[in-house]
């Protein structure tokens, strides 16, 4: 049964995902390191131990192996208190998108 069930989750999922962890920094007055794990094309987990609202706009740059460092802009989802918060992204390129598909591909099939 639990075969069934993991099929009907990643056919839920409209991204290729890589757990990580990933370097990553937030962007702000001065760059915040932090670190990014279950990462897509679609958006990623910041791992973090302060509280963030959803809705507020975000700015990361991700060092993505074999691609170097990339920046995308977000928006955060909803937030797990002492863990993080979910990201998701927006107005990204579609030339950005591929890259990210593509690294990662490459990443889960190492």
Known sequence: MATSDEGRGAE???????????????????????????LSPGGCFVNS???QKSGIPVVLEIDLPGEGRIKVKGQTL?????????????????????????????????
């Open 49 to 51: 131990l302060h509280e």
């Open 12 to 38: 839920r999922r409209q991204h290729i995902r890589v757990p990580g962890p990933f370097d990553g920094w937030r962007i702000s007055v001065l760059p915040i390191p932090v670190q990014i794990y279950d």
């Open 78 to 110: 909803y937030s797990k208190p002492e863990f993080g918060y979910a990201v998701r992204f927006v107005d990204m390129s579609s030339e950005l998108a591929t890259q990210i598909e593509s690294a990662l591909r490459r990443l889960k099939e190492e």
